[in-house]
Every structure is written in structure tokens, then in C-alpha cells.
């Protein structure tokens, strides 16, 4: 996130998500948005794209639980097009590392 952050700035696009999670906490370093006893949703806006993160959660008996982990990204420039390209690959990475770590 510190190259990122490094990268993305002479382009006027936020570099430190804290002020907005000082308002509602984070997980690692992104904010959250909204939470419910089964549904954490997490992310910000920006001037070149809006993302979420969204992790569900359901029972489905035997003390086993569903897990359910979205990237939702609403582009609004050519610059979030090109931004989403380029961080896409890592993306997947990230969300089946994460999701493997899950169902240990």
C-alpha cells in the first residue's frame, strides 16, 4: 500500500484511507462502511473509483460456516479503468490467499 500510495499521488487520488477509518474503524487498512451481525462491508471513494468489500457469512449447520467474499468497483474515469487493469492480477491473488486462509 505504501507504493501505491507513493505511485497514485501526483494523479490527486488518496493516498491514506485513515481519515476516513478513523470515523468507523478498519480492518487492516481499509475502512468500513457498514456491518451487521452476518455481513461486513468494507472501502471508500475516490476520484477515479468507488470499491467494497464485502464478506458475508451464513451457518450451515454442524458448527460450519459459509463464507462469501465480494469486490464490487464502480469506475468513473479512464483512470480507474487503467487503475483496475493494473491491480487485478494482485486482486485475485489477494482474495484466493485470503479465502484460503478461511476455510482452514
Known sequence: ???RNL?????GLKGDPEA???????????PIVAQSKRELVLGFDD???????VVQTEP???DQTSVR???LVKRHN??????????????????????SRVAR
Open 69 to 71: 467474499l465480494m469486490a
Open 60 to 62: 450451515c449447520g454442524d
Open 20 to 30: 476516513a477509518a478513523a470515523k468507523a474503524g478498519r480492518v487492516g487498512m481499509v
Open 78 to 99: 479512464q483512470l480507474g479503468r487503467v487503475y483496475l487493469a493494473a491491480i487485478m492480477p494482485f486482486h485475485k491473488l489477494i482474495v484466493s490467499s485470503t479465502l
Open 1 to 3: 500500500m505504501a507504493l
Open 7 to 11: 505511485v497514485v499521488r501526483p494523479f
Open 47 to 53: 476520484r477515479h473509483l468507488d470499491f467494497r468489500i
